[in-house]
């Protein structure tokens, strides 16, 4: 089985048009929604702790994937969950190192601010501001998402405080051993992740780097079907994962 978590901003439903092609495949889908499976004043190490007692009880071996925030989501994940038998990171960042104070600092005033531009502007305003962010600028073509509810603003808004990269442990070093298969996945044209991740892929002994070219941060949508083929032939590359088996 499949677990696919989505990205800031995102909802569940942002998978359904790669369901048909996993389905196919023979896989078995989840795509949470994280906003609605968060608990007030819940950390989002907690939160993940918890949520991975639940993957536990229905999955006993499963196959993490996540974009961008849900692909944090998922490294938190992998602490609690040792018997993943594989897992993709989209555009994901592994954390700040532990002694950059300042760049943590500056990390958190500007998660607050945004917090604050979410609560104060309409929602069209907001995303346009947004969407100018360099790792989304650089990707045109993907359509504005559906206007989102205030009540759903307001508790993505409080997830920019506990779930901001200020507070997030460097994975980097704490998966450095880790022996779960990993893919790791950017856009060429979203320069900052294709670094951070090219850096990752050194350090990982079990993570494989793709860069995709002639898209930004938001491979899935930008380019659905290398996105589809790549974790499909990823999967297959790994022994305990063949074609007969089934997921």
């Not at 009540?151 to 880790?178: C, I, K, M, P, T």
Request: with cysteine; proline share 5%.
């Amino acid at each position: 089985m499949i677990w696919f978590f989505h990205g800031f901003l995102g909802q569940d439903t942002d998978w359904q048009s790669h369901r048909n092609f996993f389905e196919s495949k023979g896989y078995k889908l989840r795509c949470p929604d994280l906003l609605e499976e968060h608990q007030s004043g819940e950390s989002l190490e907690n939160f993940a702790c918890r949520f991975a007692k639940k993957i536990q009880n229905e999955d006993p071996e499963p196959i993490l994937c996540g974009y961008s925030f849900g692909g944090r989501f998922v490294l938190h994940l992998l602490n609690s969950l040792p018997e993943t038998r594989a897992a993709i990171l989209v555009s994901t960042h592994f954390g700040l190192a532990e002694d950059a104070i300042q760049e943590r600092r500056e990390r958190m005033d500007s998660d607050l601010a945004w917090a604050s531009l979410l609560r104060s502007l309409s929602w069209s305003d907001f995303y346009s501001r947004w969407n100018e962010q360099p790792m989304f600028n650089a990707q045109k073509g993907i359509p504005e998402p559906n206007p989102m509810s205030l009540e759903r603003r307001l508790l993505w808004a409080d997830a920019f405080s506990y779930a901001s990269l200020a507070l997030q442990r460097d994975y980097g070093r704490v998966h450095q051993s880790n022996s779960t298969p990993l893919l790791l996945m950017a856009g060429q044209r979203d320069e900052k992740f294709a670094r951070h991740l090219t850096e990752k892929a050194v350090q990982l002994r079990c993570a494989k780097l793709e860069i995709v070219p002639g898209v930004g941060h938001r491979i899935p949508w930008g380019q659905p079907e290398v996105f589809q083929q790549s974790t499909h032939n990823f999967l297959e590359s790994i022994p305990t994962l063949g074609k007969n088996e089934t997921i």
